[in-house]
Every structure is written in structure tokens, then in C-alpha cells.
């Protein structure tokens, strides 16, 4: 069965930093898109970031110049690199990826809190 399990969030004061990870695994044949999504409370989930398998990149504006996409294919892996965090940066994060298994589909991970705060 695949999953998506994320880490990294917390609490930090504005300006800080913050690294995500989310990691899939099961048994899995390739993994397209991986992306990171943010749902503030009372908002609608929004798209962060994403990258393709070749790395391709795409942020949303109120992001850019801010965060880093990356991931590391031969562990499944992708990254969210947070820098100069703002108030309105605080919510769960959530990944989402499209991976290539025996059930292929989008598959999102159960989030993590990402609080700024002073």
C-alpha cells in the first residue's frame, strides 16, 4: 500500500526557517508530479509547489523567492525549503504525488503544522 508521510513542520518566529520532507513508499514503479499544498484554517487548500521527475519547478506567487522544491527520486522523496516565513504562512502542508503502482493515482500525505508565530 502507498503512502505518503510527512515531517519537519513546527512553530518559528517570522523570519525563520523550515525544512518539510515527505517520503512515500510501498511498492512503487515510478512517481510523476510531487507537490506541496497548504490549507489555512477557514481557506480553501492551495497549491505551493510542485515539481516534475525531471525537476521542473512551479511556485504559487505569495512563495516565490521564499520556498524550494526539490526531491531526491532514488529515495522517494521531496522537499520543501521555507525561508523569511511570514504570519500568513501558518498551515498544515500537505504532499501530494502522482505515483505509478499497482493502484496509480494521486496520493496525498495526513499533513503537518507549520505555525509562525512571535
Known amino acids: 500500500q502507498v503512502q505518503l508521510v510527512e515531517s519537519g513542520g513546527g512553530l518559528v518566529q517570522p523570519g525563520g526557517s523550515l525544512r518539510l520532507s515527505c517520503t512515500a513508499s510501498?511498492?512503487?514503479?515510478?512517481?510523476?508530479?510531487m507537490g506541496w499544498y497548504r490549507q489555512a484554517p477557514g481557506n480553501q487548500r492551495e497549491l505551493v509547489a510542485v515539481?516534475?521527475?525531471?525537476?521542473?519547478?512551479n511556485y504559487a506567487d505569495s512563495v516565490k523567492g521564499r520556498f524550494t522544491i526539490s526531491r531526491d527520486n532514488a529515495k522517494n522523496t521531496v522537499y520543501l525549503r521555507m525561508n523569511s516565513l511570514k504570519l500568513e504562512d501558518t498551515a498544515v502542508y500537505y504532499c501530494?504525488?502522482?505515483?505509478?503502482?499497482?493502484?496509480?493515482?494521486?496520493?496525498w500525505g495526513r499533513g503537518t503544522q507549520v505555525t509562525v508565530s512571535s
Open positions: 515539481i516534475t521527475s525531471g525537476g521542473g519547478t
Open positions: 510501498g511498492t512503487i514503479l515510478r512517481i510523476n508530479d
Open positions: 501530494n504525488a502522482y505515483i505509478i503502482a499497482s493502484a496509480s493515482g494521486g496520493y
